[in-house]
């Protein structure tokens, strides 16, 4: 055997081994975390509903009938949450009366005004004003948001704006048993494996990073049978 004709056999012996270690990769790779799987089908994996919804879960939309529910880990800090606002409010409207949606609080550590944000939303919950202080810290994120410097007389005013007890709020807010029922979720979310935010799930399928309305919507409809 020349020496020449021993390299070109071995080089083609190493791209076959090459080529069969790939085939193995793909076929062994894990599902996305997208709902779906290397080939599009729909995840079986389905997160555990007593960790996705608690009794004192707070429901943006609710749709009596309706099986399909839409869970969102999210941070009001967070600048992923605050581009992804948009789309979620796109569906809210677009299923509205079709389907729930779930908001979940997931303040991540390296946010300083995350947790009084997330306390401050419960704060106005107490009062039915959830959906109203939800929406004003994302549409007001850039004005406290990154801050280094404590905002909680920010929220107060916000609070005081949407006609709220400011005295009961504040109260509220600063509440040890408040911050309690803030980090119950944030445990849930990591007991869920939720390492960031927005974290979405559609009955319990969690959605690729930062889903697009197009991608919630086939999963959606998938649900609804549509």
């Not at 996705?52 to 749709?63: G, K, N, P, Q, T």
């Not at 529910?69 to 009366?97: H, K, N, S, W």
């Not at 406290?144 to 005081?160: K, T």
Request: charged share 25%; proline share 6%.
């Amino acid at each position: 055997m020349t020496r020449n004709l021993a390299i070109t056999l071995v080089l083609i012996i190493g791209s076959v081994v090459a080529l069969g270690l790939f085939a193995y990769s793909v076929d062994r790779a894990p599902a996305p975390p997208g709902g779906t799987d290397a080939a599009g089908s729909p995840s079986p994996t389905v997160a555990p509903e007593e960790l996705l919804i608690r009794e004192d879960s707070h429901y943006l939309s609710r749709a009596e009938d309706s099986d399909v529910t839409v869970v969102e880990f999210l941070d009001f800090e967070c600048e992923a949450c605050r581009a992804q606002f948009p789309v979620m409010e796109r569906i809210r409207e677009e299923y509205d009366g079709r389907i729930n949606f779930v908001i979940r609080y997931f303040p991540l550590p390296g946010h300083t005004n995350s947790e009084p944000a997330a306390a401050a939303v419960e704060a106005a919950a107490e009062q039915d004003a959830l959906e109203e202080m939800y929406m004003r810290m994302y549409e007001t994120q850039a004005e406290w948001g990154e801050s280094r410097e404590p905002q909680a007389d920010v929220f107060v005013g916000f609070a005081e704006d949407l006609g709220l007890d400011v005295e009961r709020f504040t109260a509220t807010m600063e509440d040890p048993a408040t911050l309690e029922r803030v980090r119950a979720d944030f445990e849930d979310g990591v007991e869920l494996g939720v390492q960031g935010t927005p974290t979405i799930y559609v009955n319990g399928r969690q959605t690729e990073s930062m889903p697009s309305y197009r991608v919630l919507t086939d999963m959606i409809d998938r649900e609804l049978g549509e």
